[in-house]
């Protein structure tokens, strides 16, 4: 089922910890975790929202636990609006606290951790992320294109109207991100018909996929949707999308718009689309965006990102973009 990706917890009210801990406990285990390292994450949890309590204005912690071809891992992102770090490496080691602690904290999440990363800027906050596999050998497969998603469902809902899901094969990786029409039930019931047919198809043009999840969500209540193809011989990104997903191509020079169709998908698209090229010489990234996200994202607001995991990225634009009465999306993509 395709749903949101991660679970956002408030972490702002000490009492509330103890249940986080729990919820992150069960979720894990149901996610195939092994208990060996579901206790260094019951750790890493701890430290997390000690640290948001401690440290942070507006404390939230993001849950994801994601299946990763039979190889599952958790990821933490801890995300504050704090007053940062002058010296984020130094606050990393142990013995340095700003609190009169032992500052064991950050050097122990980093330590139990498979992937561990830390951005903060001064009078921004602060960014934690933290992944713990059931098996950490598995931590370092190699990808050609690294795929971050975050997708958070609107507050007050059970499940999300948004939907990311992707596809793999021999001659090319394939992703959508869809946005069904409201919230809640049946938006997210458009999405995953929207996403069966994504998987059923058997061709790679973004465009005649987009036509056939049109036929096969005609009964639903339709959905925007954007998708993205990289083939692998050519080296070439294929975009193609109706509605107001934002798409963005960006490089270590340029970055370029890309401008989807007007419609609903599921009741009107137009007579006339094509897939829209991209070489990934020029643009090496591409960010997709529902409208839970303001679409004016400027990177340059990041400095050193390129040096950090996608999520760092995607989770800055979270912080700053998201629109907390909307399902919220970003997703990134990278070839290496």
């Not at 047919?197 to 339709?222: M, Q, W």
């Not at 919220?328 to 993509?333: G, K, L, N, Q, T």
Request: some cysteine.
């Amino acid at each position: 089922m395709v749903d949101a990706t991660h679970i956002s917890f408030t972490a702002d009210d000490r009492s509330y910890f103890s249940l986080i801990k729990k919820e992150i406990h069960r979720m894990a285990t149901e996610g195939g975790i092994n208990p060996a390292r579901i206790n260094a994450l019951d750790l890493i949890v701890a430290e997390m929202t000690s640290n948001l309590f401690k440290y942070s204005n507006d404390g939230e912690l993001l849950l994801g636990v994601f299946p990763n071809g039979g190889s599952p891992y958790v990821e933490l992102i801890s995300i504050d609006n704090g007053p940062g770090m002058i010296n984020p490496a130094r606050m990393m080691q142990d013995g340095i606290s700003t609190t009169n602690t032992l500052g064991h904290g950050l050097g122990s999440m980093k330590r139990l951790s498979d992937t561990f990363e830390l951005y903060s800027q001064i009078g921004w906050g602060t960014i934690v992320l933290s992944r713990v596999y059931s098996e950490p050998e598995k931590a370092k497969t190699k990808n050609d294109v690294i795929l971050r998603p975050i997708v958070v469902y609107k507050p007050g809902e059970k499940t999300s109207g948004d939907g990311f899901t992707f596809k793999k094969t021999d001659k090319y990786v394939k992703l959508m991100l869809a946005d069904g029409l409201g919230h809640g039930p049946e938006a997210n019931k458009a999405v995953n018909e929207a996403a069966n047919a994504f998987k059923v198809f058997p061709d790679y043009s973004p465009t005649e996929t987009l036509r056939f999840i049109h036929t096969a969500i005609k009964k639903t209540r339709g959905a925007v949707i954007n998708i993205i193809g990289y083939d692998y011989a050519r080296r070439v990104w294929a975009s193609a999308g109706v509605g107001n997903i934002a798409v963005r191509m960006f490089g270590p020079v340029n970055f370029k718009n890309h401008m989807s169709y007007n419609g609903i998908v599921g009741h009107n698209i137009p007579n006339t689309m094509n897939d829209q090229e991209y070489p990934v010489e020029e643009f090496s990234q591409v960010m997709l965006c529902s409208d839970g996200i303001k679409t004016r994202v400027d990177l340059a607001r990041y400095p050193m990102m390129y040096k950090y995991d996608l999520t760092i990225l995607a989770a800055a634009i979270y912080k700053d973009h998201a629109r907390r009465n909307d399902d919220m999306s970003v997703v990134i993509a990278k070839v290496k």
